[in-house]
């Protein structure tokens, strides 16, 4: 049984570190600060790593605790206090030197995002800290632990513990994840973490462009059929439609709705659209975002306007395939005014993205990109010509 003395103790100290975590500060969305010197800024991904580690290793200490009887609130007072006074306040302060003129806004949001999942995580943690506290508080602890040393009730004491150690330890795995993926923002550094950004919007729209060159391309008299349907007999759900004083529903299935002739048309220019919207992306990525996508220690520090356009060109290539799933979603329905809208949506966002991205990091020469940026304006102009779009 854990020690009388040491109880209060943990208490207090699990007190102060839940208040720490549910603080606004330890979730800021926001930066503190407008005055982060770049040497500051510098410090924030080494800060967020070496905290990261620590809480990694913290967290496997206060994890064996746990598991491990006897219940030994002195130890485990002792880790979390480190936790609670040095670990996560720097965490935290790593935050305030996150400047987005230096590391970027998409680097700052995936900083702050994170460090936010971590202490979301490590939370719980503290809750189970808690939960097995107040358990060793009860004043007929002792006795029940008499008890359940034999028969069925020790039996039920011994599956309990079970599911605890496995809920601790599920719960251990989940922060070591977190804490993980929080540290390899360091090695990824701003470009890294572009690359995987801009890596898995491309990823998202060649999806879409398989999907509806299927959805195109499929026989058009495969899937449901209305003739197949002997359940309703038309007449008779006429009649019933006709004495409840509605007018009968006539419902387009996807396969009748793709045979239309404005779907097919919207359809097929949607596929060409993505083509190029794919050649985009893989354009981007090797001129624009893996030109200095070395490990974060010999990365080359961009400018601030350098940083600047990149946010900029990154968040528009991350806006497009949500444009993308509205125009798949409208041509499923039918809805060709949406599917037009929100064509010509994603042909403002990529040409946006071209105009930003098309000049040469700072200090770097003219490039093919320059001349790639030329033709593709030109080609998503085309895509709507036939049907009198305006690029």
């Known amino acids: 049984m854990a020690s009388a003395a040491a109880i209060p103790v943990l208490s207090d100290v699990l007190s102060s570190t839940l208040t720490l975590l549910s603080s606004p500060t330890s979730t800021k969305t926001t930066s503190t600060s407008n005055t982060t010197s770049n040497t500051n800024a510098s410090q924030a991904l080494p800060l967020l790593k070496d905290t990261a580690d620590l809480l990694h290793a913290h967290t496997t200490k206060l ?9 030994t609130a ?13 670990v996560l306040p720097s965490m935290i302060a790593s935050l ?3 400047d987005p003129s230096v590391l970027g806004s998409v680097m700052v949001s995936e900083m702050r995002s994170r460090v936010r999942r971590v202490m979301l995580d490590f939370r719980t943690l503290v809750e189970a800290i808690q939960k097995q506290s107040t358990l060793h508080t009860a004043p007929t602890c002792a006795a029940t632990n008499e008890v359940e040393a034999k028969g069925r009730a020790g039996k039920k004491a011994a599956i309990k513990a079970t599911v605890e150690k496995n809920q601790i330890t599920s719960l251990t795995g989940v922060i ?30 060649e999806d879409a462009l398989s999907e509806l060159k299927e959805w195109r391309d499929d026989d058009l008299d495969e899937g449901f059929s209305e003739a197949d349907d002997d359940d309703v007999n038309d007449d008779e759900e006429g009649d019933v439609a006709a004495s409840l004083g509605i007018q009968k529903l006539t419902l387009e299935t996807p396969t009748s709705v793709r045979a ?10 949607t596929v060409r659209l993505l083509g190029l919207l794919r050649s985009l992306y893989a354009a981007v990525i090797k001129y ?44 499923y329905e039918g809805d060709v005014d949406e599917a037009k809208k929100r064509i010509e949506d994603v042909k403002a966002l990529a040409l946006r993205v071209v105009r930003v991205s098309k000049r040469p990091l700072e200090g770097g020469e003219e490039d093919v990109f320059v001349s790639f940026c030329g033709k593709f304006e030109e080609a998503l102009r085309g895509v709507c010509a036939e049907r009198g779009g305006n690029g």
Do not use: Y
Request: hydrophobic residues 35%.
């Open 96 to 98: 305030d030197f996150a």
């Open 63 to 71: 994890s064996l605790l746990l598991i491990t009887p006897p219940f």
């Open 74 to 86: 002195s130890a485990l007072a002792t880790e979390l206090h480190k936790v609670s006074t040095s």
């Open 176 to 205: 070591w994840n977190s804490c993980t993926d929080l540290a390899s923002l360091h090695e990824m550094g701003t470009t890294g973490l572009l690359l995987q950004k801009v890596s898995t919007f491309k990823t998202l729209v």
């Open 260 to 269: 239309r002739d404005d779907v097919r048309e919207l359809l097929n220019e």
């Open 288 to 331: 624009r975002v893996r030109v200095n996508s070395a490990p974060q220690s010999t990365q080359t520090p961009w400018s601030s306007e350098d940083v600047r356009r990149s946010d900029e060109f990154v968040g528009g290539l991350g806006r497009i395939p949500g444009e993308v799933d509205e125009i798949a979603g409208s041509l």
